[in-house]
């Protein structure tokens, strides 16, 4: 069973940056495809970005120009960079391990991610 666990999340003011990790201690992360999600109050769980054991990438327009989702298999970690927060990116932030994930189209496939984190809560609020 592959336990993943997130960290990095707080409260940050508008305009402020926040760096999420996602790390397995037992298992590498190699060659899982792995997606940030996050879900808001009274909204559904959303995939905001995914990247490919290949290192491809996938941002939801919300996201994209100011996350940036990367790997570091040596640390066996994914991290996502957010920078320009806004209000309404306020959610719990989970990431997930798909392993057959082979494809851009696969990855935006919920259904798909079979190992979830517990998530971490993100804030923006001045």
């Known amino acids: 069973q592959l336990q993943l666990a997130e960290s990095g999340g707080g409260l940050v003011q508008p305009g402020g940056s926040l760096r999420l990790s996602c790390k397995n201690s037992?298992?590498?992360?190699?060659?899982?495809?792995i997606g940030w999600f996050r879900q808001a109050p009274g909204k559904e769980r959303e995939l905001i970005a995914s990247?490919?054991?290949?290192?491809?990438?996938y941002y939801s327009d919300s996201v994209k120009g100011r996350f940036t989702i990367s790997r570091d298999n040596a640390k066996n970690m994914v991290s996502l960079q957010m920078n320009s927060l806004k209000p309404e990116d306020t959610a719990v932030y989970f990431c997930a391990a798909c392993p057959t994930c082979m494809t851009p189209s696969a990855a935006r496939r919920e259904a798909d991610y079979t190992f979830w984190g517990r998530g971490t809560q993100v804030t923006v609020s001045s």
């Open positions: 037992q298992y590498s992360l190699d060659y899982y495809a």
């Open positions: 990247i490919l054991w290949t290192a491809g990438t």
